[in-house]
């Protein structure tokens, strides 16, 4: 179900932006006038995820990933149904809150049920909706557009998760953590205004510009909301966010890795599709089939690591699948306007080779030395800070490609500018594989392995010496 739920949830952040021309048409608009369809939806995630893991605690992990998914659901048939612009955009914002309460609710579940060795093995498959949805998304997105109507790129939604909620409301087993205390509003306010509008200006400052009256207004304000919060919620016994949590060393550097390591990682699956259409000239089909190697790259990889997880730890997993990100990149940056198809496929398939060794090991480790009543909380720092690494990607790379075009030139930057971001993009990512290679992973796989010794002696105590396993 947590599978179902982060495909559905990844895949709804993705399929949008194809639509939006014919949507501009329907509506007699340019598609520069819908940029709020699409800011909305993170700018109401970022705003709704501390409220997440009080939720959780305070109403069980269950009953609030259905709320929310059923919620999700509901705003999508409402925005397909929209009559005007408004209307689009208000139900786009209940899609963001909804998808702000899934992501962690479904990671506190998952990682509640299962152990360390357990969440090892749960990853290698997680990682698959993670990586099939947004590469997955624009070609379904462009069919129904193509066959069907825009709206479909949200009724689609239903067909996949009435079925999920339907399960998940006859088997999903109840979790909660420690019984919360009362609802703490004034850090409600403080983080969710601050996420929000900081997350505004992180992804409007590429299109409107950062030196922007609003791009600066709203990362100024962002900034003093969120130190406020901070301050507040580090003074208060019952915080909405447990900031409390990142003093503990590993899952503060993991977190750290997954901020910086992820404007390298999705930086460059963002320029991958400019540098095709913009440099080369080539075709979204093309574009779409030349970056998608890197999703089989990470599938690989993810199984291998998930081997090797409990043996030599997330600290050489995570550093060397870092260091192989830069590797690849200062191989992009070669790439110019005669580099063939082919060989920035298999770039891609080795670039996901390398971002499979980062993901799945900095998010069980992070856990590894979180009580058990914390995880929804824990669950929600993570989401906060992949949440932020992720708008801080785009905006990285296309800060680079404006700086690389001269002034006064045409729109679209030259082909230094590209070779320019893949070298930034490959520091960054070194500079992160150094830092991840000091990882105190003791604790995490010492967790790993009691959790294997543990399912090892289970399944001895079930096996007699006749070597028939028990009923």
């Not at 990933?65 to 059923?70: D, G, H, M, R």
């Amino acid at each position: 179900m947590c599978a179902s739920v982060t495909f559905i949830a990844i895949a709804d952040g993705a399929i949008t932006t194809v639509a939006l021309p014919s949507i501009a048409r329907q509506f007699g608009l340019t598609t520069a006038a819908l940029d709020g369809v699409v800011v909305v939806y993170p700018v109401c995630l970022a705003m709704a995820i501390p409220a997440s893991a009080w939720l959780v605690e305070r109403f069980g992990g269950k009953r609030v990933l259905l709320t929310a998914l059923t919620a999700f659901l509901g705003s999508s048939l409402l925005c397909g149904a929209a009559a005007d612009l408004p209307q689009l955009i208000a139900c786009r914002a209940v899609q963001g809150l909804s998808a702000g309460v899934l992501f962690p609710a479904s990671a506190a579940l998952l990682f509640a049920t299962f152990d360390a060795f357990e969440q090892v093995r749960i990853a290698r498959y997680m990682i698959i909706p993670q990586q099939i949805a947004p590469a997955a998304a624009p070609v379904l997105g462009g069919l129904l557009v193509d066959q069907l109507s825009w709206r479909w790129v949200f009724y689609v939604n239903l067909p996949v998760g009435v079925p999920v909620v339907l399960f998940g409301v006859l088997f999903l087993a109840e979790h909660r953590g420690h019984r919360p205390g009362r609802f703490d509003l004034t850090g409600l306010l403080l983080s969710a205004a601050g996420l929000g509008a900081a997350m505004f200006g992180v992804s409007e400052g590429p299109n409107r510009g950062w030196s922007s009256a609003a791009v600066l207004a709203a990362l100024a304000l962002g900034a003093v909301l969120l130190t406020a919060a901070v301050v507040y919620q580090l003074r208060t016994a019952e915080p909405l966010l447990r900031l409390r949590l990142f003093a503990d060393r590993l899952f503060r550097d993991t977190n750290l890795i997954n901020l910086v390591g992820l404007i390298p990682i999705l930086g460059a699956m963002y320029l991958g599709p400019l540098f095709l259409q913009q440099a080369q000239g080539r075709t979204a089909l093309e574009s779409g089939t030349g970056t998608f190697p890197e999703a089989f790259g990470v599938l690989l990889t993810v199984q291998v690591a998930g081997v090797l997880y409990a043996r030599v730890g997330p600290r050489i997993i995570v550093g060397c699948g870092l260091a192989g990100v830069s590797a690849v990149l200062v191989l992009f940056a070669q790439c110019d306007e005669d580099t063939g198809l082919w060989t920035f496929r298999a770039y891609m398939f080795l670039l996901g080779v390398a971002m499979g060794g980062v993901f799945m090991p900095t998010t069980v480790a992070s856990l590894a030395n979180i009580a058990r009543g914390d995880l929804a909380q824990a669950s929600t720092l993570n989401t906060v800070v992949r949440q932020t690494g992720g708008a801080l990607a785009p905006a990285a790379v296309t800060t680079v490609l404006v700086l690389g075009t001269p002034a006064g030139a045409a729109a679209e930057p030259p082909l230094g500018a590209y070779q320019s971001a893949y070298y930034v993009l490959a520091v960054i990512a070194a500079v992160t594989a150094v830092f991840a290679f000091t990882l105190p992973d003791g604790p995490a796989r010492a967790a790993a392995a009691a959790g294997s010794r543990n399912r090892a002696a289970q399944a001895a105590r079930n096996v007699p010496r006749d070597g028939v396993r028990k009923a």
